[in-house]
């Protein structure tokens, strides 16, 4: 695709999401694991100043390598606080019909009130959190009667319509959760926590340790959930196959740090960040067999992570500067048209040119990508 | 077949499993490899990958190959010795040492309270690789040489002190001690991200090309497979449906599940986005005991006679597909309508 093409299908996400409002805004947030052994306090800055806001409606997703924060900051954006886990500063606003809600302030009680029915939440391994003892009828009853008024016909004929909208074979509510395949039971587990039919939905690692076949399910039901009721969509992986597939906008975490965020197609065509060039270039490609390198070095350790920018150390452009001065996360001049989201990068030499005429230039001597 | 043997390193010849489970009365067979067959060849290194859903048969048919399950039928060859009916001796001084294992997950493999490198050792004492202390420290840090890892490195470390790409990495060190001509590697990857996936599959090439050592690479990931494989097998409750090179296997498959599993690989371009529906098993189980051919209950292009009879192997376009739309004792008009139906590429 041409630049120009890339620019307006960019153009085109910014007015499907012209007229959105926010839905999450987060601020500075930086959300640490503080822990003390033996009188030795150890922090690990899993996420560390980070500001985002994700638009009503859109799907939006989080990449990064293991060990990046993701998952911290999905717990982060969903209130999910538990020891060793500080919120260090920052603040995470939901903005739904009724107002505001801070995230990080919400009581036992608030948090009930709104998860899954106005947020909800499809964890990492979801294939397993069926209750094995119950059928699958009496486990959406359950989950039903637990957040509204209702009785068991309605609960089970709520269940029954809800999984033929979304295609599954509603023969599926008489069986045990161990009858089914590991593929239908994530499914099985996506529609128990939408029924319900939440504004927000956060998903950790959907897909990761399914194959391609369950996972193309999984993904065509995540897209159906969220467009039926034009909810928002929260994923969380490291697989940028699936970003490319479902996304209209992807973060880009390093380290901590949000490093780049732009619609989909600029990510993948014309990232500016030398961290995401080397994540979409170092991608194995269907019809191309030709030699593609990991990242060099390793992913810094959060307890004691390097000065400047977090990737200089594994960057083949940085200077002085990166190992100095924290680069900030700048929108990109002169792109969009001011209304929707802007691209968002923090480098000091970004580069500016689509991915396949400019290819980093690979340090001679390559580390191996551990 | 019988030339076949003294030509590979591996023959593997319609081999099956079966799994009984009693309840009370009821007797359930389970046909988790259904009389597969490929080969590995001996003249040169080749990575040779099996792949399919999970629940396909795919770890059952390692298991096997390595000893660890035992075949209910049929024939296994290695270097045109006879390797299901070898005494353990032979086993433990031969077979053991040429083909070594890879598991996937490297953190269950090796004992949080263990040492890594003692692992190292071990291996190289058991085997006799080695038998001074010199000698044995030059032995492993060799092996870790290969993958790109040095003694002084883990020397004394936890496993819980490396990253996952390196205990992946040791773990492959370790398959090495004993200067194997085969890896087995089941699902190797699946537990690492993506730029990790590409180091582990890149030292695969690098051991085939600079080590000559073949690997057998079980995985349900498609894209390393055509990155890195050089022949392929795609499996389907417990049948090998499609099996060549890789670059005919998933550059054009024939069988329509092989093109079902091209279909649903969500290729990280925001362009290229899914066509066509993906069909999936409800139960993991129906398929292994349906009559005729496996997938006839999700097969968009199947005809009467799949679902009574049981397909053959046909050798065509440089490939073999259990497939009744390429036989041709089945009326071509008939597999032409079938096709259609079904939207598949002839």
Redesign the interface.
């Known amino acids: ?1 041409s630049p120009e093409a890339a620019a307006s299908a960019g153009m085109e996400q910014a007015r499907v999401n012209e007229e959105a409002r926010n839905v999450v805004e987060a601020e500075g947030l930086k959300a640490w694991y503080i822990t003390q052994a033996y009188g030795v306090e150890r922090t690990v800055k899993a996420v560390d100043d980070l500001t985002l806001s994700i638009r009503e409606g859109e799907i939006y997703g989080i990449a990064g ?2 060990g990046c924060g993701k998952s911290t900051l999905l717990k982060a954006l969903l209130g999910e606080i538990v020891s060793p886990l500080t919120i260090v500063g920052g603040k995470v606003e939901y903005e739904f019909d009724a107002g505001k809600i801070d995230a990080l302030k919400q009581t036992a009680e608030d948090r009930e009130a709104i998860r899954w029915r106005r947020v909800s939440y499809i964890p990492q391994g979801s294939m397993h959190v069926l209750n094995p003892v119950r059928r699958i009828r009496d486990t959406f009853h359950d989950f039903i009667a637990a957040h509204q008024e209702t009785t068991r016909e309605k609960s089970i004929e709520m269940a029954r319509s809800y999984l033929q909208e979304l295609g599954l ?1 509603e ?2 509510l008489g069986n045990y959760p161990h ?6 039971r994530q499914r099985v587990t996506i529609a128990l926590a939408t029924i319900l039919t939440p504004r927000l939905i956060f998903a950790d690692e959907p897909t990761t ?9 999984v ?2 039901l995540l897209k159906e959930v969220q467009q039926r009721e034009n909810s928002t969509l929260v994923l969380v992986t ?8 479902l996304t209209n906008r992807v973060a880009v975490l390093y380290a901590g740090n949000l490093v780049e965020e732009a619609d ?2 600029t990510i ?2 014309r990232p500016r960040h030398p961290y995401t060039r ?3 270039e ?6 191309d ?1 030709s ?5 060099p070095g ?1 992913p810094p350790a959060l307890d004691n992570p390097p000065d400047g920018c977090r990737f200089h150390p594994r960057c083949p452009l940085a200077t002085d500067i990166c190992r100095q001065e924290v680069p900030p996360l700048l929108p990109v001049e002169g792109i969009g048209n001011g209304t929707g989201p802007p691209h968002r990068v923090a480098c000091f030499h970004q580069v500016d040119a689509p991915l396949e005429a400019g290819e980093i230039e690979h340090a001679t001597e390559m580390p ?3 | 077949m019988q030339t076949d043997r003294e030509h590979s390193l591996l023959s593997v010849e319609s081999l099956q499993r079966v799994f009984v489970t009693r309840e009370g009365f009821t007797t359930t067979r389970l046909e988790a490899v259904a009389g597969a067959s490929f080969a590995i060849r001996n003249d040169q290194p080749e990575i040779y990958t099996l792949a399919g859903e999970s629940g396909s048969g795919k770890t059952t048919l390692a298991r096997l190959v390595l000893g660890l399950e035992h075949a209910t039928s049929g024939n296994m060859y290695y270097k045109g010795r006879d390797v299901l009916h070898l005494t353990n001796k032979e086993r433990r001084d031969w077979f053991l040492k040429e083909v070594q294992p890879i598991f996937q997950d490297p953190f269950a493999t090796f004992s949080p309270l263990k040492r890594i490198d003692s692992y190292l050792y071990e291996t190289t004492r058991n085997y006799k690789m080695a038998t001074t202390r010199e000698g044995i420290d030059a032995h492993v840090d060799e092996a870790l040489h290969a993958v790109g890892l040095s003694l002084a490195e883990i020397r004394g470390r936890y496993p819980n002190e490396l990253s996952g790409g390196q205990a992946q990495r040791v773990s492959v060190a370790r398959a090495l001690l004993t200067r194997p001509s085969l890896l087995v590697a089941d699902e190797p990857v699946s537990m690492l991200d993506a730029s990790l996936r590409m180091s582990i599959v890149n030292l695969f090439r690098s051991l085939r090309d600079d080590y000559k050592v073949s690997v057998l690479y079980i995985t349900h990931d498609l894209t390393t497979a055509y990155y890195a494989a050089d022949r392929i097998a795609i499996m389907l409750r417990g049948w090998v449906v499609e099996s060549g090179p890789v670059e005919k296997v998933l550059g054009e498959p024939l069988h329509p599940y092989t093109q079902n599993l091209k279909n649903a690989i969500p290729e990280a371009d925001p362009e290229k986005t899914w066509e066509g529906d993906a069909s999936l098993a409800v139960m993991d189980t129906e398929e292994y005991t349906r009559t005729g051919c496996r997938y006839a209950g999700r097969c968009p292009a199947v005809m009467d006679i799949c679902k009574t009879t049981v397909p053959r192997d046909i050798e065509v376009q440089g490939r073999s597909v259990k497939c009744f739309l390429y036989d041709e004792e089945v009326p071509e008009a008939e597999r032409m309508q079938a096709m259609a139906n079904g939207g598949l590429v002839a």
């Open positions: 695709m390598e293991s074979r023969g599926v009858q089914l395949s590991g593929g239908m340790a399914l194959d391609v076949v369950v996972q193309r399910g993904i065509e490291h697989d940028m196959g699936v970003h490319a597939n989909t197609s993948f065509r080397y994540l979409i170092s991608l194995p490609r269907m019809g067999r030699e593609r390198v990991g990242i390793r191996h990508a551990d």
